[in-house]
């Protein structure tokens, strides 16, 4: 949610900011509802006040026993004004709150302008590209020729875009999940946490999903939504709270599975495990002081960097330009890892600043001296799950359709050298 001061003080500012992520100028209609929301309210103060003087009044007649006919008429009529005022109000605040929450953070002096994914700017890069003495295979061949990855039968039980893992394919989904909760607690300093898979609406509001993004989420019952991403439990976690400066930085993580509708992904990558309904991943996130946020976005990309750099796949990662980035975000680093069954870099994790825009909306502080400050809220993946098993299919198949297992997963596979 935008500062409607900063909106008032700097119109021009703003609306070129919106231009940049792909928003028509707006700041004026704002401004004007605003105007007409204020001018109620104080219309509406010295109404009140009025009245309670005239009750006052009221008193003091009927106490000396005289006619106050004539101040209770002017009660009344007050009384009217105030219920017709009051209506205008909640009507000019949810029409403000309405625009407000459709409209997306403002980037970063940092962050690139363009227009799409053709624009964004790369940053740097780690590892080498595998060579082959054959041409590798797509993972959904790998899996599907080890009788391991089944989509018929998904699609039989839950319709398109649902897959079935079975024995050793299971199992590594299973272990790659273990290993980077593992890294990131043990070494990177996030606190582990089981959060819960569905949620109010009001927490969806809260971190930036609704009301725009509506139909990419799934609903489950009359009060709940399936999560589409760890970010919401964990960014949530501490809504209409203020917290003590010795409480931050609050760093989390999660394991969950993550459910998304992918509404307009029709006919995007329908084969494969790359675009499901329902995937995994483990989720990073940061609730930080103002100042330390830019800080806090290079930490989480060398922690989400640090599972693949582990792992020894090759990736580069990108700035997202103004057009790429996210709703919440005013700066997004994408992480693309290296798949040689596709020939291309696909995404695997995405590490934002939100700057306290998702604050806003959560109402979510801390104290800073005699004030009361909006914190910075951070989230990336680290990684997802699938994507991550689907590297390791690619990058590390043999000629005779095995799969090598990456050293650092062999503890969870009795020290065995391949999968399969």
């Given at each position: 949610?935008?500062n ?6 700097n ?6 900011f ?8 707006i ?11 204020r ?8 109404l ?5 003087q ?18 209770m ?9 105030v219920n017709?005022?009051k ?14 929450s459709?409209?997306p ?11 799409d994914?053709?624009?964004n ?24 020729n080890?009788?391991?990855m089944?989509f ?6 839950s319709?398109s ?18 290993f ?9 300093g ?12 009001g927490?969806?509001?809260g971190?930036?999903q ?17 999560i ?29 599975p ?6 307009g ?26 100042e330390?946020?830019k ?5 989480m990309?060398?922690?989400a ?11 580069r ?8 980035m ?7 680093y994408?992480i ?5 069954g ?8 995405s ?29 990336g ?10 590297a390791v ?12 297992i ?15």
């Amino acid at each position: 949610m935008h500062n409607i001061n900063y909106i008032r003080e700097n119109p021009v500012e703003f609306d070129n900011f919106m231009k940049t992520r792909g928003e028509n100028p707006i700041a004026n209609k704002i401004i004007e509802i605003d105007k007409v929301k204020r001018e109620t309210q104080t219309v509406l103060q010295n109404l009140l006040a009025e009245r309670n003087q005239i009750s006052k009044s009221i008193g003091q007649l009927k106490s000396q026993k005289k006619d106050a006919t004539e101040e209770m008429e002017k009660v009344e009529d007050i009384k009217n004004k105030v219920n017709t005022l009051k209506e205008l109000e909640t009507l000019k605040d949810d029409e403000l709150k309405s625009i407000l929450s459709r409209l997306p953070n403002i980037p970063d002096s940092s962050t690139p302008i363009g227009t799409d994914e053709s624009e964004n700017v790369f940053y740097r890069d780690w590892g080498d590209k595998p060579s082959f003495n054959f041409n590798p295979k797509l993972h959904f061949e790998i899996g599907e020729n080890a009788n391991s990855m089944n989509f018929e039968t998904a699609s039989k039980l839950s319709g398109s875009r649902f897959v079935i893992l079975k024995g050793q394919l299971s199992k590594l989904e299973r272990a790659l999940a273990n290993f980077m909760i593992d890294k990131h607690t043990s070494v990177n300093g996030y606190v582990e946490m089981h959060v819960p898979y569905l949620v109010k609406e009001g927490t969806l509001y809260g971190t930036g999903q609704l009301p725009k993004f509506a139909d990419d989420l799934f609903t489950a019952g009359e009060y709940h939504w399936l999560i589409p991403t760890a970010e919401i439990p964990l960014t949530a976690l501490h809504s209409n709270e203020i917290l003590n400066t010795n409480q931050l930085p609050i760093r989390v993580t999660s394991y969950t599975p993550c459910f998304r509708s992918e509404a307009g992904a029709a006919g995007k990558d329908t084969r494969g495990m790359l675009r499901q309904h329902q995937f995994t991943k483990v989720e990073l996130v940061s609730l930080v002081e103002p100042e330390q946020s830019k800080d806090e976005l290079e930490r989480m990309l060398s922690c989400a960097e640090g599972i693949l750099q582990d792992l020894d796949l090759h990736y580069r990662v990108m700035t997202l330009c103004t057009g790429d980035m996210g709703f919440n975000a005013n700066k997004t680093y994408d992480i693309e890892v290296w798949l040689p069954g596709e020939d291309k870099y696909r995404e695997i994790s995405s590490c934002s600043n939100c700057g306290d825009f998702q604050a806003r909306r959560m109402n979510t502080r801390y104290k800073d001296n005699d004030k009361n400050v909006h914190i910075h809220t951070l989230n990336g993946s680290g990684l997802a799950v699938g994507r991550t098993l689907i590297a390791v299919l690619e990058n590390y198949q043999m000629s005779d359709g095995n799969v090598q297992i990456p050293t650092v997963l062999k503890k969870y596979f009795d020290n065995q050298d391949t999968l399969f």
